[in-house]
């Protein structure tokens, strides 16, 4: 079954951090991993997207890695604020035979930054 | 980048009845899905809202519970029917759009049931 697992499942660190988030995935074929910031009570919103091919993408304070060879990924939240504070969801697209992906979603990671 | 409404935002509704959300996005787009994510866990998608044609569910959603809309490509309806509190969930809309040869998914603000 294709899976996708996201650790630690919450998380809570002080305003100017750093974190690290995991993401562990048995998904296959893969096309890509994408994390995503879901703020409560709206919509995710896409923080970086790698195809396998690449090990490394950032987005401002947010980098994330990937193995594809051991199936892992992080995200990486560098002098965290309080804005941070929210659900952090890693995507795996699977290929689906014929054409076009399917997205598995992770349960998430909840971060809370406070001062 | 695609930007996506959905009404209501929120809604308490009473078991047995039925209650239609709404997506709306600012721009054409072809591929449009529904999800739903339950207190605590991660998304699951309910159907593909095909334009013109009937939408494609997945495994343990059919098209009686959730009957779906896609009059255009850039509007479409989930029906939640015949409620149970069990239904209680987020429900998102979501539309992938493609630029330069790259393709996004997005996703709409979501609409928060309860059902009592």
């Known amino acids: 079954k294709n899976q996708v697992e996201q650790s630690p499942q919450s998380l809570i660190i002080l305003e100017g951090k750093n974190c690290t988030l995991q993401c562990n995935y048995t998904v296959s074929p893969f096309s890509n991993l994408r994390w995503y910031k879901q703020d409560t009570g709206r919509g995710p919103v896409s923080l970086t997207i790698?195809?396998?091919?690449?090990n490394t993408k950032s987005n401002g304070r947010y980098t994330a890695t990937l193995d594809a060879d051991t199936k892992q990924s992080s995200l990486h939240i560098t002098a965290s604020q309080l804005s941070d504070s929210a659900s952090y969801i890693c995507?795996?697209?699977?290929?689906?035979?014929?054409?076009?992906?399917?997205?598995?979603f992770g349960t998430g990671t909840q971060l809370k930054v406070e001062l | 980048s695609a930007v996506i409404s959905q009404k209501p935002s929120r809604d308490i509704c009473q078991r047995g009845t039925s209650l239609t959300i709404q997506c709306q996005v600012d721009?054409?787009?072809?591929?449009m899905f529904w999800y739903r994510q339950q207190p605590g866990q991660s998304l699951t998608l309910i159907a593909t809202a095909n334009q013109g044609s009937e939408a494609t569910y997945e495994s343990g959603f059919v098209i009686d519970k959730f009957p779906i809309s896609r009059p255009n490509l850039t509007f479409s309806t989930l029906t939640v029917s015949n409620m149970s509190p069990e239904d209680s969930s987020i429900y998102l809309c979501s539309v992938v759009w493609s630029t330069s040869g790259a393709s996004e998914q997005y996703f709409g603000p979501g609409t928060r049931l309860t059902v009592t």
């Open positions: 790698m195809t396998f091919s690449e």
């Open positions: 721009s054409q787009v072809t591929m």
């Open positions: 995507v795996v697209s699977l290929v689906i035979p014929g054409g076009g992906n399917k997205l598995t």
